[in-house]
Every structure is written in C-alpha cells, then in structure tokens.
C-alpha cells in the first residue's frame, strides 16, 4: 500500500515501513495531486481533508494523529466508504501539564495560592476530565461545563457556562471546535461572556482558537488590562493576530499537546488504527521505540519549602516561559523584518524542542518528606523516597 504522511508525524518510518511505501509532504500544503495515489492518509490538525482534496484519489483509510478533528469533512469519509480514526487522548497528559505549568507560574508571579482558588473548566473531555481530577486533588474548587455529558449522564455534577464565568477565579477551555449541532463551541467564549469576566480572572485556551472570539478579547485587553490571558490556540492560525499575541499575559504557538510522548502515542495510535482497518498484525509498539528522557532524576531531597520545590519539579519538566519568549523573539524579529508571521507560526511548531512529561521525571526525597511528595505525585510526578 501506498502511504502519504504529514513529514510533521514523528516515527512515521519506523511504525509503518514494514506496511507499505511511504511519502511524507508538508501538512499544511497537501494537494490533491500529491495524494492521488495513497492509500493512506495519514495528517495532522493542519491538512484540511475533505472533497476538494480527496476525489479523484484512491485513497481508503485517513487517519489524524491528533485529537481534535475539525479539519476532517467526517461526513465525505463516510459517504464515500472511507475508513477514519483519530487518536483520542493522546496528548490529553501534556495539555493537563501545561495548564499546570501556566498555573504554577501564573501563582508564583501574581502571588496566590493555587488552592484558594476555583477553576473553570469548559469541556470535560480526556484533557477536561483529566485536569479536574488533577487540580480537585491539588485542593482546588473545580467547576465543570460540558452540556453534552451533563445531557447524557444527568445535570448533577456540572455548572451552567455562564454561572460558571461568574464563579471561577480561572477559566480553562477545553472544547472542540463545534459549528453545527446541538452544542456548537464557535465562540462559545463571545464578546458578552468576556465582557462579563471579573478583573483578575485567568482565562486559558488550549482547545481550539475559534472558540474564543479573539476581536473581542482583544477589545477587553486593550480598554481595561485587568484579566490574564493565556492563549495557546488562536482564530487563523498560522496567521495570528500579532497585536493580540502582544496583548496576552502567556502566548505560544498550539503546542500546549506537543510533549514529545503525546506525539509519539499519537503515532501509535493511528499505527493500530491502520492495521485494525486493514487486518493487519500490529508488530510495532511504541515502548520499543520511545527514546528514554534526557533528565530523568532530580533530587529535592532536604528542600523543606513545599512550594519552591513544586515550582522546581514543574518548571524541570516543561517551563512555558520558555514557549512564550520564543514566540515573542520569533514574531518581533520577523515583523522587524516586515516578514509574514504565518511561517514563523508553523516553524515554531515544526522545530518544537523536546518535551517530556511528568512522570518521566523521577524525583528523589527523603523518606521524612511524606507531605513533599504526596503533593508532587498528585502533580503527575514519580517519586523515590529514600536517603
Ligand atoms: N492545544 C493543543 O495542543 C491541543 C488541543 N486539543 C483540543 O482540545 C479539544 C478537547 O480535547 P479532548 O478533551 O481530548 O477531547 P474530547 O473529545 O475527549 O472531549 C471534548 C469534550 O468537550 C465537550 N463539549 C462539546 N461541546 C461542548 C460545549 N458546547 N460546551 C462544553 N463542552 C462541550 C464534549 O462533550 C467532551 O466531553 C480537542 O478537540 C482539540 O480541539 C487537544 C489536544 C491538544
Ligand atoms: O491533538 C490535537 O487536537 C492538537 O491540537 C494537536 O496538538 C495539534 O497538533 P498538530 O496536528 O497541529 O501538529
């Protein structure tokens, strides 16, 4: 079989070789001529697959290997017998991590403890569900937003949007991008909404970019300066609004998923998608290939601050300040050079530095700092007490 991959799929070769002939193309400009010949279409969140670059082809199976898929035309697939699987919480860890990283930093410069606050989240999916139970176990108040569930599994449990807006102190969204339907999310956070946060709410998006309407968030930042925004996700991604990216408190490049084990399992998991379609034996997994982290220990042992020591583990792991200051020297430096920022949008995701999460990191304490790290495992970290 004939394989056509975005080139920006980590271990495409190493997975599917032994399934066919691969060629791997820039995602972001697929052509209809260039996957004429696949039987496979393997992409990520930035190829559009629908008629315009499907007909004509011989393609059978598409697979993303992302979570989201708003930019596969599902329903062309399935009228035109295509097979399709996406790769379901994949990355869901390393988007938790990274709202724990921006949490962690957000309290250390604005001075709050984590726990006296109440968090928002809006969607309560792999990543929604898994960042609850994380910060419900940190001792934060969480509160949750999801009318798809709270429909099927009953309303207890869950927070009307907009009761949820006035009760959080941090808002967290989580959605996929929706535009028909029930329950569409395109700018589910809208002018109104933003309008009505209270002054010194938090407000992230690492779901999808349309469901924050940018123009107005760019308003509310520009009259009153008084709620910090941490945009992950942007509305026309590559080409950002650079005016806003200036405007925002943590701004980086949708690379909130982009740990290096949430991209490699999402590889894996088209891999197994691939064989199941086409009843094939899935020879390949991922623990044979994963390279091990290039930190693997650190030693806190005789830190007696609990708190220094959380900031220490997070920020040895994955420090978003580090995202946010490339994206900033990036854009500064091209619109210096009146370059277009599109490119420097996707170079910044394609070059993205290795990342790895949490639990690669063990980390090493004194037997008699139980309290350390009772709190440092409910952050994701491993923990080896000993002397
Ligand atoms: N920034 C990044 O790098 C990444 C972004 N994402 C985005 O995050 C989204 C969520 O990821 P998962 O949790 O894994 O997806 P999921 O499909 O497991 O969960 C999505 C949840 O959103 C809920 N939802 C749908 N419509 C809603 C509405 N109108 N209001 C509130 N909730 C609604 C669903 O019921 C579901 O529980 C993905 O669809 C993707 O677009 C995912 C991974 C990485
Ligand atoms: O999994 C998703 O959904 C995401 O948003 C991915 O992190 C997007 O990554 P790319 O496919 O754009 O590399």
């Known amino acids: 079989m004939h394989i056509v991959a975005d080139e920006n799929i980590p271990l495409i070769r190493e997975f599917f070789a032994e399934l066919g002939s691969i060629e791997t193309l820039p995602g972001r400009d697929m052509t209809a001529d260039q996957i004429r010949k696949a039987d496979v279409l393997l992409v990520r969140s930035i190829t559009r697959v629908n008629r315009e670059l499907l007909e004509g082809s011989r393609v059978k199976f598409v697979a993303t290997a992302t979570i989201g898929c708003d930019h596969i035309d599902l329903e062309y697939l399935n009228d035109n017998n295509i097979g399709f699987a996406n790769a379901p919480g994949c990355n869901a860890n390393s988007v938790v991590e990274y709202v724990l990283s921006v949490l962690t930093l957000l309290s250390d410069q604005e001075a709050f403890l984590m726990q006296d606050k109440t968090i928002g989240i809006i969607g309560a999916g792999n990543v929604g569900s898994r960042l609850q139970e994380r910060l419900s176990s940190l001792g934060l108040k969480v509160l949750v937003n999801d009318p798809p569930r709270a429909r099927k599994e009953g309303e207890a449990g869950f927070s009307d949007l907009d009761e949820l807006l006035a009760q959080s102190d941090i808002i967290s969204m989580h959605t996929p991008l929706i535009t028909e339907g029930d329950y569409p999310t395109v700018h589910l956070m809208n002018e109104k909404r933003i309008q009505s946060l209270k002054p010194g709410t938090v407000l992230i998006n690492s779901g999808r970019g ?36 200036e405007l925002v408190d943590i701004a980086t490049p949708h690379i909130a998923g982009y740990s290096l084990d949430g991209k490699l399992g999402g590889t894996e998991m088209v891999y197994q998608a691939v064989c199941q379609h086409f009843g094939l034996p899935v020879r390949k997994k991922l623990g044979q290939l994963m390279p091990e982290p290039a930190l693997k220990k650190i030693s806190l042992a005789g830190h007696a601050h609990r708190w220094w020591s959380t900031l220490t583990a997070v920020r040895a792991c994955y420090d978003v300040r580090n995202d946010d200051i490339a994206m900033r020297r ?58």
């Open 210 to 245: 349309d469901t924050l309407d940018n123009e107005a968030l760019k308003r509310r930042l520009m009259e009153s300066d008084d709620i910090i925004a941490v945009l992950d996700v942007w509305e026309n991604e590559p080409g950002i609004d650079h005016e806003l990216m």
């Open 330 to 387: 990036a854009f500064g430096k091209a619109a210096r050079r009146k370059q277009p920022l599109g490119p420097v949008f996707d170079e910044l995701r394609r070059d993205y530095p290795v990342r790895r999460e949490f639990p690669t990191l063990k980390i090493q304490l004194k037997t008699n700092q139980k309290k350390l790290a009772d709190r440092l495992e409910r952050f994701g970290f491993s923990i080896r007490l000993g002397k």
